[in-house]
């Protein structure tokens, strides 16, 4: 009789644990933990405590609205549940070991503002249904083995103040509706395998502050239109194909285009004399 009890108040105490928090959601936190090893991770989960007190879980008003789980030793893929967290609005994985495509249902996070995903082993194309998160504001994934082109649907995130796409195997060109990004302020594609000219519309970016570039097979001029962008501290473009070669800028007031290639010209030109 008092095992009977004991089981009944243990039940009681883990239903409670779950009540205010739905369903699909806790399927999803358990889908995750499930998938990428839970047991395993650095700081792990007591699946028999409330949601709450769940490393990296934040929850307001019984919603989960962010995971923060960098650094945390994730390993597998991501599971097609976690596109059930629809109220979650910060997503930060950075820094673990994950792998596959990333699930579709990415999509059905409508309230998503930050996706961190970098420093990770993810491949595949990067999922054209991403430019579904019309409220996203960072896009982090760098790092990791994404091929093919930027999806043009990201040109639809017209919200977005950082898209950091470096250090993957994308190829082809900068999307030229890039100019739709207006709340840009950090663009790097730095580290990849794309080409093409660099085009004009970036310089329609009036916020940008940093553009890493460098280390692609960019061809043609770099637009001098990017003089008329007031804010841009810091400037990669080495090591592309480029006619000419410009020196690497970072700081609060960095020199002009015009002078950065009269720079390099005059360096060219002393290299011939010797």
């Known amino acids: 009789m008092k095992t009977l009890k004991l089981l009944a108040i243990c039940f009681f105490v883990t239903a409670y644990s779950f009540a205010n928090i739905s369903s699909a959601e806790k399927d999803a936190l358990i889908a995750l933990y499930n998938a990428t090893k839970g047991p395993e991770w650095n700081a792990t989960w007591d699946l028999n405590n409330a949601i709450d007190t769940w490393y990296g879980i934040k929850v307001e008003n ?50 998503l503002t930050s996706l961190e995903l970098f420093m990770n082993k993810f491949e595949g194309e990067i999922p054209s249904e991403l430019g579904e998160l019309k409220k996203l504001e960072t896009l982090k994934l760098y790092s990791n083995k994404f091929v093919g082109n930027i999806p043009s649907s990201l040109m639809n995130l017209t919200n977005l103040k950082e898209l950091l796409l470096g250090s993957n195997y994308l190829t082809g060109n900068i999307p030229k509706e890039i100019y739709a990004l207006s709340k840009l302020e950090k663009l790097s594609l730095m580290d990849n395998k794309m080409d093409g000219e660099i085009p004009v519309e970036i310089a329609q970016l009036k916020n940008l502050e940093e553009l890493l570039l460098s280390t692609n097979q960019f061809t043609g001029d770099l637009p001098m239109e990017l003089m008329n962008l007031t804010k841009l501290n810091t400037m990669m473009v080495s090591d592309n194909n480029l006619n000419e070669e410009y020196i690497s800028v970072s700081g609060n007031n960095p020199p002009n285009l015009m002078h950065l290639e009269m720079q390099n010209s005059t360096a060219t030109m002393d290299l011939e004399k010797e």
Do not use: R
């Open 62 to 111: 019984n919603k989960v609205v962010e995971i923060n789980l960098q650094f945390n030793n994730l390993q597998g893929e991501l599971p097609q549940e976690i596109g059930n967290l629809a109220h979650v609005k910060k997503i930060n994985l950075g820094f673990n070991k994950l792998t596959g495509k990333l699930p579709l249902t990415l999509k059905n996070l409508k309230e």
